[in-house]
């Protein structure tokens, strides 16, 4: 068993690296940039020598480390295989562990970027402490991430945690990138939110600072901190359908804590507002408790998670969250 | 480590019983009345003595018996604590392991009845060799049991899988039973579905069977069997709202199965025929391949799923579905 445990987070843009101890302190973190030429193929051999440059730099033999885990942007299963591909570094489906593994030959761990990120604020961000807990990644889009008895909810393909796409609105006529209609993540993303302001706008000629701004999820918040009242109404509606969606997540998997992350909760406590009241509206009773807190971690939630599939590994036969 | 297995299935009228053997054979099974007298107090000392009444009779001692697996009509926690009481046999909140411990000294694991049917359905049942399965009940209520990784899921507060209360219409104006308005509950149970064609059969005169029958699921489905158009159409109603809610399901746990079981399912695969296609207009695209079945283990779901509790035990750290 090794001292050092490596998390890695792969984005579209970049790679993001962390160096662990063992015991789960980030010791260091650096980027490399995305190669997606030829189908992304140089993607895991670069992380591969960005790890052996670290390990000479920190004088870490291959025997100190225990292993390394692996977030992609993509379905990922229990045995780490991507199941799907992922379609924005153009990665096929492939097992990430054997890849990996061909160039350093260390115990490999993978899974789903969301996932991966939910689990780091499980285990040192916004959910520390509670072993049932489900992460929201409001972005573009909206992830889920879910952790039940302390462990990653990955589902029977992967997709455990797609809450982005529950179905909301039977009336809604756009369609949402899935290509399905009226799912959560048309109301509840960066993108969704802007929707529902150019809708609102569009309805009459009320008065507000939105009308003279671009439209962003953050151009919102910021008229709603102002007081601005059709920037209120874009946010209670907002509220109402994530609120919705949380409680049919709560009716499945009934967590203690909702922890929000991504983009769009940079608007702060104010986000959580409008969320919570819906929330409670919604829910079963038994549900209805749940905790929303706001994500800690920011952009090292992933290499956080992606080390803690190692790390918890370490700890045989014990609950994670009882080290 | 012993050679038996008990599994309780506690119920409002009566409690079922089953000696199984340690390999998950079914050797027995009986009932006795649910004493709901002085809060049920007697309930668990009426269980131990019909227990120990079996081992005398087949000649079975203490140390020979690996555990009891009781599952109970509310909310139970993982340290197998009624949370919220039972209110149908008129328990409080306690320990079900400590209580019945008291009357006989074995390991006793207990869970909720609807999580433990399920649990019965996955290991010996319609979802036999899933390792990602939802059992669907569908009675009085709509109940469910999720098990995921082949372990059931219980959540934090025991509330795991009451996905009877996903809320999925805002125009509902009559409450459900748990004082929400829209919920799955109201559309897809026994009850529900009479509620749908009493509300279809008022809104025109339309001819149908169903106008001189007493109204009921099973006289819907009836209808549906004999070719009625308004039958039909109410079937199309139910099968809208159940696939809705199971899609938001999948978009959370992403099954390989879902297990339809209870008194309504009872109409057998015509059942399916209507659920499935609004579940795949509904659901994700990565969760849209979840097969559905019929529960196979009717009434002895529970005590399965009861004995199963106990018998995962004895395979330490092997998965359950691997044995």
Request: charged residues 20%; glycine residues 16%.
């Amino acid at each position: 068993m090794g001292r050092y445990v490596f998390g890695v987070d792969i984005g579209g843009t970049t790679v993001k690296l962390g160096l662990f101890g063992e015991e789960g302190c980030l010791l260091d973190k650096w980027e490399i940039p995305t190669i997606k030429e030829n189908q992304g193929a140089s993607i895991l051999p670069d992380v591969a020598a960005s790890i052996r440059e670290k390990m000479e730099e920190k004088g870490i033999g291959e025997p100190d480390v225990a292993g390394i885990g692996v977030g992609a942007p993509g379905a990922v299963d229990d045995e780490g295989t991507l199941v799907g591909g992922a379609v924005n570094i153009g990665w096929k489906a492939f097992n990430i562990p054997k890849a990996l593994g061909a160039y350093i030959n260390v115990q490999v761990k993978a899974a789903n970027d969301a996932n991966a990120a939910a689990y780091g604020e499980m285990w040192q961000g916004g959910g520390k402490g509670s072993n049932h807990m489900v992460a929201v990644t409001l972005g573009t889009g909206v992830g889920g991430g879910i952790v039940v008895n302390g462990e990653l909810l990955m589902g029977a393909a992967g997709a455990g945690g797609e809450i982005g796409h529950i179905h909301l609105a039977d009336e809604e006529t756009e369609s949402c990138g899935c290509g399905n209609k009226g799912c959560l993540e048309q109301y509840a993303s960066a993108t969704g939110i802007a929707r529902l302001a150019k809708r609102r706008l569009a309805q009459d000629e009320k008065e507000s600072i939105l009308r003279k701004k671009a439209i962003s999820a953050k151009s919102v918040f910021d008229a709603v901190k102002a007081g601005d009242e059709v920037a209120i109404e874009i946010a209670e509606q907002f509220g109402d359908y994530l609120g919705k969606g949380l409680a049919a997540v709560a009716a499945v998997v009934n967590p203690e804590v909702f922890v929000i992350g991504g983009g769009v909760s940079k608007a702060g406590e104010i986000l959580l507002s409008y969320v919570e009241p819906a929330f409670r509206k919604y829910a079963f009773h038994q549900c209805r408790g749940a905790k929303f807190v706001l994500a800690k971690l920011g952009n090292d939630a992933g290499i956080y998670g992606a080390a803690g599939l190692i790390i918890s590994t370490l700890c045989k036969g014990k609950q994670f969250n009882d080290q």
